[in-house]
T-cell receptor, first 112, second 112 residues
Framework: KQEVTQIPAALSVPEGENLVLNCSFTDSAIYNLQWFRQDPGKGLTSLLL?????REQTSGRLNASLDKSSGRSTLYIAASQPGDSATYLC???????????FGDGTTLTVKP | GAGVSQSPSNKVTEKGKDVELRCDPISGHTALYWYRQSLGQGLEFLIY????????KSGLPSDRFSAERTGGSVSTLTIQRTQQEDSAVYLC??????????FGPGTRLTVT
């Protein structure tokens, strides 16, 4: 059974700081790895999707990496802004189709 | 284009009543997913559809839960004889095959 862990559960940083969020998964036979953000009371917004054959994806100030062999993914946020404050979730897509396993998320607060 | 839509956005029901939750996926997306997010908890996978077929129903919490999808488009999640522990936000997502998942805003279900 796939298990996904996100550390830390909460993170508070001053504006402008670069930061890394961690995601680990127990079963390396994944189809893809997706990062989302969730604002309070809202649905999930997709940030980045990394296919199993890829090592990283970049979008603006965000960079996500994937190391299947070690069961880890990281989300790097450069030059953080107060608007980045949200809960960040990672989801491992399982190869036997369809089912994604989510971590519990990291709640990020960026202080002005 | 239009994103994933869900209705109703909020539903309050009495214990023991049946409820139907609706999801309209992004046009052309073949895969559709249902998740549940209970207060302060992570996302729990319920079921996914590829076209109108649901290969994996293992995530449904009990036989009171059922889901269907018609015409490869709209899906309904039905909860019979609702219980208080069914109170949660029910999220729907869609994707092209097993690709990047796009989420709807969710239906907040409260069972009194």
């Amino acid at each position: 059974k796939q298990e996904v862990t996100q550390i830390p559960a909460a993170l508070s940083v001053p504006e402008g700081e670069n930061l890394v969020l961690n995601c680990s998964f127990t079963d390396s036979a994944i189809y893809n790895l997706q990062w989302f953000r969730q604002d309070p009371g809202k649905g999930l917004t997709s940030l980045l999707l990394i296919q199993s054959s890829q090592r990283e994806q970049t979008s603006g100030r965000l960079n996500a990496s994937l190391d299947k062999s070690s069961g880890r993914s990281t989300l790097y946020i450069a030059a953080s802004q107060p608007g980045d404050s949200a809960t960040y979730l990672c989801a491992a897509g399982n190869t036997n189709a369809g089912k994604s396993t989510f971590g519990d998320g990291t709640t990020l607060t960026v202080k002005p | 284009g239009a994103g994933v839509s869900q209705s109703p956005s909020n539903k309050v029901t009495e214990k023991g009543k049946d409820v139907e939750l609706r999801c309209d996926p992004i046009s052309g997306h073949t895969a559709l997913y249902w998740y549940r997010q209970s207060l302060g908890q992570g996302l729990e996978f319920l079921i996914y559809f590829q076209g109108n077929s649901a290969p994996d129903k293992s995530g449904l919490p009990s036989d009171r839960f059922s889901a269907e999808r018609t015409g490869g488009s709209v899906s309904t999640l039905t909860i019979q004889r609702t219980q208080q522990e069914d109170s949660a936000v029910y999220l729907c997502a869609s994707s092209l095959s097993w690709g990047e998942q796009y989420f709807g805003p969710g239906t907040r279900l409260t069972v009194t």
